[in-house]
């Protein structure tokens, strides 16, 4: 393999990462309610396509945190992530399909056996590297695979004391790793 080679396998191993960056902190921006975290995933004129959601970034900022506030919390684990590149189109400029696997946990404490949402799904992502910038979303598909509800009487109660996630920045994850 000659430097050229390898130089673009190291540029493709790069573009891989940074986009699966992107996807968790996106999960991450969901579920701490952060929005400006989850906006800076998209570029400004993307699009989101999900479940009965259909628009701009602008929109969905304003629809998914509207739907995630009615919940206690909410968690989002993502594991199949395949990133499909395309070649340059030219200097700077290129686009990635990601196709994400994903379970979301959604709970409203207290709210009986419908309070416990969780879905299977996936994020299917055009991916665009601008002029040389980072990698952002520049049109999402969000399909539901699947979905149930769990009943509160089968939860364990966190015990009074125990340290939980919180769902703004001042939840451990903001605080300074030094």
């Known amino acids: 393999m000659n430097d050229a080679d390898r130089n673009t396998q190291i540029d493709d191993l790069l573009a891989k990462q940074e986009i699966a960056e992107?996807?968790?902190?996106?999960?991450?921006?969901?579920?701490?309610?952060?929005?400006?975290?989850?906006?800076?995933?998209?570029?400004?004129?993307?699009?989101?396509?999900?479940?009965?959601?259909?628009?701009?970034?602008?929109?969905?900022?304003?629809?998914?945190?509207?739907?995630v506030s009615r919940y206690s919390f909410t968690m989002h684990f993502v594991g199949n992530l395949l990133v499909e590149l395309g070649a340059p189109r030219d200097a700077g400029n290129r686009a990635a399909r990601a196709e994400t696997y994903g379970i979301s946990h959604h709970r409203?404490?207290?709210?009986?056996?419908?309070?416990?949402?969780?879905?299977?799904f996936r994020y299917i992502d055009r991916f665009e590297q601008r002029d040389g910038g980072p990698w952002k979303v520049a049109r999402r598909i969000c399909t539901t695979e699947w979905a149930r509800i769990d009943d509160e009487?089968?939860?364990w109660p966190i015990p009074e004391g125990m340290r939980s996630g919180l769902r703004d920045r001042t939840d451990p994850v903001y605080d300074p790793i030094d």
């Open 153 to 155: 009487k089968h939860r």
């Open 22 to 67: 992107v996807v968790l902190r996106y999960c991450r921006g969901i579920d701490r309610v952060d929005p400006e975290l989850v906006r800076s995933c998209y570029h400004p004129d993307a699009t989101d396509e999900h479940g009965s959601f259909s628009g701009n970034v602008d929109e969905f900022l304003e629809w998914v945190f509207r739907v």
């Open 108 to 120: 409203t404490e207290g709210a009986g056996p419908g309070g416990s949402l969780i879905i299977g």
